[in-house]
Structure formats: structure tokens, C-alpha cells
């Protein structure tokens, strides 16, 4: 940024599973996703339990190997799941970000009506932390 800022938490997770679905099939709870096309689907390992916004809900993306991956459905307690159907190089065990690369937290936030340390201090404390010092 203009003033050499750089974000001071990044929050991440993986892909655990990867599911091709046919059109017009239904993901997750109540069955808010209809897929629309012949749809990739990952499978990420957070939910609300670890502090995400289950208002999110079919309302942002996630970066994954250098793209934006919609995500789908509900967010379930425990896992979410992302359209990856346009980035095909996509595997089980990719590393996702959910917030911690420019944009990403404000635009959520914004989506949610809040600012963007709420977001940060409502990551449940089941979530493991990695603290890094860096000068």
C-alpha cells in the first residue's frame, strides 16, 4: 500500500475434498446452492464454530493458487465449500485464504456490515496460531 502496510493476521485453511457435481445439484444446508454447470467443488476444513461469518454465506470468495474461489451454500460449523471449477490445478491439501491478502478482509466485512477487527477477534480460539516475528 501506499504507506508500506502490510495486513498483521492472515487467516487460512485446506482443501480436504474435492467433488465434481452434475447441474442443478444442491450444496450444503438448506439447499441455498444449486450448481449451474457441471461445478468442481473443495471442501474447506473452517466453519462458524472457528469464527466465520455464517452471514457470509454465498457472499465472497476465497484465494486459492492465485485465483478467487467463490464460495457456496452455507457455512456449516465446521467446513464451507468453494466453486473451483475454473482453477483446475486446484488439489486436496491446497492451502486457501480466507483473509490476510489485500481486499480480502475488507470485503468481507463490508459484505457483513462490520469492520474488519471484528472479523479478526471473532477467529475462535480453537483456531491454532502461528505468531511470527518479523521486523
Do not use: N, W
Not at 468442481?40 to 466453519?47: D, E, K, P, Q, S
Not at 466453486?83 to 486457501?96: E, L, R
Not at 483473509?99 to 479478526?120: H, N, P, R, S, W
Request: hydrophobic share 35%.
Amino acid at each position: 500500500g501506499r504507506f508500506g502496510l502490510r495486513p498483521c493476521m492472515r487467516l487460512v485453511t485446506t482443501i480436504s475434498t474435492i467433488k465434481t457435481y452434475e447441474p442443478d445439484t444442491c450444496v450444503s444446508y438448506g439447499r441455498r446452492f444449486r450448481t449451474q454447470r457441471r461445478t468442481r467443488m473443495a471442501v474447506l476444513g473452517i466453519g462458524y464454530a472457528d469464527g466465520l461469518f455464517r452471514t457470509l454465506s454465498g457472499k465472497c470468495s476465497f484465494a486459492v493458487a492465485g485465483h478467487k474461489a467463490p464460495q457456496c451454500g452455507s457455512i456449516c460449523m465446521d467446513m464451507c465449500m468453494i466453486d473451483v471449477t475454473d482453477i483446475p490445478d486446484v488439489k486436496i491439501g491446497d492451502v486457501v485464504t480466507i483473509f490476510g491478502e489485500e481486499g480480502l478482509l475488507q470485503e468481507k466485512a463490508d459484505t457483513v456490515g462490520t469492520i474488519t477487527y471484528e472479523m479478526m477477534c471473532a477467529v475462535a480460539p480453537r483456531v491454532p496460531r502461528v505468531y511470527l516475528d518479523e521486523e
